[in-house]
């Protein structure tokens, strides 16, 4: 069974830095790429960042270039959303998700697995 946990979500002034991590179980960073969506309210989901399943490419969406970064550890079947320099706009909840790929945006793929979200709040 595919599991995905978040956690590292909270409150930040802009300007601050979160770590978002994701815990996953079922599957290897093998089998499917490895990212995080977003959703702000009143908001369409947003694909934020992924992990390459095939060459560990990694790939953002244009609104967090530079500022975020992702990253795995295979050994503990986890990935990493390092967030730097975070605006409000960036609120929203944030989901891991498993099958992820990159066709001129981030998308999940069809046998997409996701967690449970966590919250990023970010005040002005």
């Known amino acids: 069974e595919v599991q995905l946990v978040e956690s590292g979500g909270g409150l930040v002034q802009a300007g601050g830095s979160l770590r978002l991590s994701c815990a996953a179980s079922g599957f290897t960073f093998d089998d499917y790429g490895v990212g995080w969506f977003r959703q702000a309210p009143g908001k369409e989901r947003e694909g934020v960042s992924c992990v390459s399943s095939s060459d560990g490419s990694t790939y953002y969406a244009d609104s967090v270039k530079g500022r975020f970064t992702i990253s795995s550890d295979n050994a503990k079947n986890t990935v990493y959303l390092q967030m730097n320099s975070l605006k409000p706009e960036d609120t929203a909840v944030y989901y891991c998700?498993?099958?992820?790929?990159?066709?001129?945006?981030?998308?999940?793929?069809?046998?997409?697995?996701w967690g449970q979200g966590t919250q990023v709040t970010v005040s002005s």
């Open positions: 998700v498993a099958d992820c790929f990159f066709l001129d945006t981030i998308v999940a793929g069809t046998d997409d697995y």
